[in-house]
């Protein structure tokens, strides 16, 4: 969301649908490429879309609401994370995370990484690049000075979202097919708690004063498989669940507004569950 308005990839149309926050109303469909599956806010202000069967990001100007430019990455793109003046790209289809140039929205550089990354987040202080390989079942760590492989962490099966805290010193990581949540040390490295939650896990956000987490529980064993699903609400000051609300029919991502009062969760059997939080 860019605070007035909210963004969401339409992986069938290989379109973004853009809808007014104050009205819950669709006012605008962009098209991007095909299978279109993330679509994040940079720095720079420009609206990045990850069309994983194109193996193309579309740059989208949301003053606009137009298709700035595509970029070619290759490899099955999903997840984004931004800093160091780049966006890294995941490459589940090759196994590698693009660098782009957020500047010239050019790929510049890839990095070999484990089976099928798909999350990505980069630490506060813009050191280290944390992916999940979702095939193999452990954690990339990166060192983004030279971009190379520090360490890898086994994690549960199938992780596929990663979320750091604003202090730098926690990472929360789903693990879709484990169906808990793994909470990482990253002074350590090491996976100190797994916290149980919902059915099939597929997404986490955090709240801004970093007490709660919120995840979604996709609740069905594949993309086609779908169910009632629902958000685990974890106090993160005592990584306990302490609450859990139904949604829309395969939820599949969240996004809370910018006043960190309402969850946005998109839900693949169609529409959007907005959550008083």
Known sequence: ATGTRGYIANQAAGTVS???VATNTITNTIAVGSSPTNVALAPNGKLYVSNQAAGTVSVIDPATDTVLTTIDVGGQPIGFAFGNGVGYVTGGGGDIVTVIDLTTNTAVSTIAVGGHPAGAALAPDGTHLYVTNQFVGNLTIITTADNQIANTLPLGLYPTVVKINDAGTLAYVTNQFSNVVSVIDLATNTVTESIAVGTTPIDIQLSAD????????????????LHPGSVSVIDLTTNTVIGTFDVGVGPIGAALSPSGDLLYVVNAGGGVSVVSV
Do not use: E, H, K, P
């Open 18 to 20: 853009v809808f007014d």
């Open 210 to 225: 970093g007490t709660r987490a919120y995840v979604v529980n996709f609740s069905g064993l594949s993309s086609n498989d």
